[in-house]
């Protein structure tokens, strides 16, 4: 069973920077597509950002674009999310999540098979 633990999350000023870290057990991690979504309170869950099995691609949704970084060490089985220019409206719940199927850059959360138990992130203004 593939287990995705996150942390990094915490409460940070507008404009500040928080890095989101997630360790995923398995021998597999390499093979797996990562991903970041989030969820605020009354929103459904959205897409924040994608990476490869490689980590040679990534994609970011629009909101994030130019300011979240993903990146991933399949040597230590981590995938992080360097968040920078934070905003109020970047508060919720972000989740890590593994596409063992390696599709490329999907923004569909049912594609991801795997979840993290999600950490908060607080933006104040």
């Known amino acids: 069973q593939v287990q995705l633990v996150e942390s990094g999350g915490g409460l940070v000023q507008a404009g500040g920077s928080l890095r989101l870290s997630c360790a995923v057990s398995g021998r597999t991690f390499g093979i797996y597509s990562m991903g970041w979504f989030r969820q605020a309170p009354g929103k459904e869950r959205e897409f924040v950002a994608a990476i490869s099995s490689s980590g040679g691609s990534s994609w970011y949704a629009d909101s994030v674009k130019g300011r979240f970084i993903c990146s991933r060490d399949n040597a230590k089985n981590t995938v992080n999310l360097q968040m920078n220019s934070l905003k109020p409206e970047d508060t919720a719940v972000y989740y890590c999540?593994?596409?063992?199927?390696?599709?490329?850059?999907?923004?569909?959360?049912?594609?991801?098979?795997?979840w993290g138990q999600g950490t908060q992130v607080t933006v104040s203004s």
């Open positions: 999540t593994a596409d063992p199927n390696r599709r490329v850059g999907s923004t569909n959360p049912t594609n991801y098979a795997f």
